[in-house]
């Protein structure tokens, strides 16, 4: 087995992110708190296992935890460990993910989220190598080297009293700063066609075509707010929609959701009931007539009933997208906009009336 394992397929060649290599391999010997900072999707869990890997502790034990998946009681009693008796159901001692990591790596992600108490018992383990289990009072000596992870401001925390600013002092030994994907361009389209060629080794494809000029476009220019893991996910959903080894990839969905079907807003309670039963109408005097509020109908207009309400409606949209389209000179974006919609909107309205034919795709 590989050394670095399958943890390690950190791809790039931007400066921003060579230099997180570079960083990387400086810190990973070093038997030093490390922490990771950076928006969620950039890679956070990546580089912790990176620096682990390749670090002396490499063949002892690598555990995380995210701290963020539990609440105070239980995160205490995953990290440290309690003895029997602590409380109801602690039926034998256990050890916790310190003494299971001894010797080896323990990545802490989503820090900020942790409580004063767990801050004050890691405190103690960075600087005296110790601590207690729940319910216990001997000391439990241990050598795990603690690389911990957040999306946070931690320093601001620290400044408005949300964060010990002890720990920070600790933990910050070196800070490694992870690039959004929106600063990397140079790496996109290399991490779109890894992801891609993987997904097509997992539909058992026989090859990756690669993605047209159009797609290649649209990957560029959006602004990824959820990083490689949201480019992932993006790819991996184009190349499965496409499903055809010999053409290549040409339609990216950003958005899974956008559709013109889409229900707006939550369902009222109301809604989801059935609806109430009729009441019948109260008997009206002849000789007292109900009043009836006056209302000016001389502009609407008038029609001829009965009429299939359903069908008008649809020839209105089919007559003003057509009209929006001819004064767009057919460019969807355009005629989009001129509708209030977004492009997927429209392409949707477009299928739903056989509109397509004759039209451009042009989204600039």
Same mark, same amino acid.
Not at 229 to 254: G, M
């Given at each position: 087995?590989? %050394?670095?394992?399958?943890? #390690?397929?950190? !791809? ?10 570079? /960083? ?7 038997? *030093? ?6 928006? @969620? ?15 002396? %502790? ?17 995160? +205490? ?60 009072? *001997?000391?439990? *000596? ?17 400044? =408005?009293?949300?964060? %010990?600013?002890?720990?920070? #002092? @600790? ?11 929106? &600063?990397?361009? &140079? ?5 779109? &066609? ?35 893991? +949201? ?9 499965? $929609?496409?499903?055809?080894?010999? !053409?290549?990839?040409? /339609? ?11 229900? *707006?807003? $939550?369902?009222?309670?109301?809604? =989801? ?7 019948? +109408? ?5 000789? &007292? ?29 089919? #007559?003003?997208? @057509?009209?929006? !389209? ?28 056989? !509109?397509?034919?004759?039209?451009? %795709?042009?989204?600039?």
């Amino acid at each position: 087995m590989s %050394r670095f394992r399958q943890q #390690d397929n950190l !791809l790039g060649q931007s400066n921003s992110f060579l230099e997180v290599l570079e /960083q990387i391999s400086q810190i990973a010997p070093l038997n *030093k708190p490390v922490l990771i900072i950076g928006e @969620r999707g950039t890679g956070k869990e990546l580089v912790a296992a990176r620096l682990h890997f390749l670090s002396g %502790r490499w063949d002892q034990a690598y555990l995380k935890l995210n701290c963020a998946a539990l609440n105070d009681n239980l995160l +205490e009693s995953e990290l440290f460990g309690y003895e029997a008796g602590a409380f109801t159901g602690a039926a034998k001692r256990r050890e916790g993910r310190f003494e299971t990591a001894n010797n080896g790596t323990l990545f802490l992600d989503e820090l900020a989220n942790t409580s004063g108490l767990i801050q004050e018992k890691l405190l103690r383990v960075i600087e005296y190598g110790e601590f207690e289990r729940v319910g216990g009072s *001997k000391s439990v *000596k241990v050598d795990v080297r603690l690389v911990a992870a957040t999306n946070e401001d931690l320093p601001d925390l620290a400044e =408005r009293g949300e964060f %010990r600013a002890d720990l920070l #002092d @600790r933990l910050a030994f070196d800070v490694i700063t992870l690039p959004p994907l929106r &600063e990397r361009p &140079e790496d996109i389209l290399m991490l779109a &066609e890894h992801f891609a060629i993987n997904m097509a080794r997992e539909l058992e494809m026989e090859l990756f075509s690669g993605f047209t000029e159009k797609a290649r476009r649209t990957l560029l220019d959006y602004h990824w707010p959820g990083n490689i893991r +949201e480019l992932k996910n993006v790819v991996e959903r184009a190349v499965y $929609r496409c499903n055809n080894p010999h !053409l290549p990839v040409h /339609q990216i969905v950003l958005d899974p959701f956008e559709s013109p079907f889409r229900p *707006k807003g $939550r369902i009222k309670t109301q809604d =989801r009931l059935p609806p109430p039963k009729p009441i019948a +109408e109260p008997t009206v005097s002849i000789a &007292e007539p109900m009043p009836i509020a006056k209302k000016d109908h001389s502009s609407a207009v008038r029609f001829s009933f009965p009429v299939d309400l359903k069908t008008m409606s649809q020839d209105f949209e089919i #007559d003003l997208i @057509r009209q929006a !389209l001819a004064d767009s000179q057919f460019n969807q974006k355009k005629t989009a906009d001129k509708l209030g919609l977004t492009y997927h909107q429209l392409r949707g309205y477009l299928k739903k009336y056989n !509109l397509l034919e004759g039209t451009s %795709r042009e989204v600039d």
